[in-house]
């Protein structure tokens, strides 16, 4: 099916900016939307950021205007632009594409998940 691997996380200080890609293999019918989520400990998991196939997207309030969700279709490649990071966005960050199969179903994948630390 779909594989989605992440990368680009680590530790970085307050004020300071990363950028996640999460890179899609196998067989993609037709791509609806891609999703960024995370999730830090003893919290659940929570939407960041959407691109649809369309190129339309949407943030969530905690990261508006520092967080930007781009894609590169030709590498099938998503991308989470953080700038001025804050402590509070520590999480594990993962990538979700939703997907339509041939009898029009649809399917959503997750990559494995990548941690995002913002500590002094």
């Known amino acids: 099916q779909v594989q989605l691997v992440e990368s680009g996380g680590g530790l970085v200080q307050p004020g300071g900016s990363l950028r996640l890609s999460c890179a899609a293999s196998?067989?993609?019918?037709?791509?609806?939307?891609m999703n960024w989520y995370r999730q830090a400990p003893g919290k659940q998991r929570e939407f960041l950021a959407t691109?649809?196939?369309?190129?339309?997207?949407n943030y969530a309030d905690s990261v508006k205007g520092r967080f930007t969700i781009s894609r590169d279709n030709a590498k099938n490649t998503l991308y989470l632009q953080m700038n001025r990071l804050k402590p509070e966005d520590t999480a594990v960050y993962s990538c979700n594409f939703k997907t339509r199969g041939y009898a029009g179903l649809v399917y959503n994948y997750w990559g494995q998940g990548t941690q995002v630390t913002v500590s002094s």
């Open positions: 196998g067989n993609i019918f037709t791509l609806l939307a």
């Open positions: 691109i649809t196939s369309s190129d339309n997207t």
